[in-house]
């Protein structure tokens, strides 16, 4: 009963920018933390970026500096602008989110489907 729906995607040259976006939708109570992972082929997925209800942000070593995460609350939205971006920033993109469902208040962590990110050299 909730979808994450990614976008922002696409090719973009060594140094260059993109801001990915993520909504949420669905019979949600409430939404403790959003964030971003990404996979690479052949590799397992790992944390991009997060930021929890408080504010607070977390950041993978490799991106710090290069990637800023923000979340707009009203719109059940979270944002990631990547500068600076390398080839290896190269992946498929996930958003994801820990929330309370309205029916009985059940937390789950719910993720989306994904949104290409290519950089070339």
């Known amino acids: 009963q909730v979808q994450l729906v990614e976008s922002g995607g696409g090719l973009v040259q060594y140094g260059g920018s993109l801001r990915l976006s993520c909504a949420a939708s669905?019979?949600?109570?409430?939404?403790?933390?959003m964030g971003w992972y990404r996979q690479a082929p052949g590799n397992q997925r790992e944390l991009v970026a997060t930021?929890?209800?408080?504010?607070?942000?977390k950041y993978a070593d490799s991106v710090k500096g290069r990637f800023t995460i923000s979340r707009d609350h009203a719109k059940n939205t979270v944002f990631l602008q990547m500068d600076s971006l390398k080839p290896e920033d190269t992946a498929v993109y996930y958003c994801?989110?820990?929330?309370?469902?309205?029916?009985?208040?059940?937390?789950?962590?719910?993720w989306g489907q994904g949104t290409q990110v290519t950089v070339s050299s």
């Open positions: 994801n989110a820990d929330l309370l469902l309205t029916e009985a208040l059940l937390p789950i962590t719910s």
């Open positions: 669905g019979r949600i109570f409430s939404i403790s933390a």
């Open positions: 930021i929890d209800g408080s504010g607070r942000i």
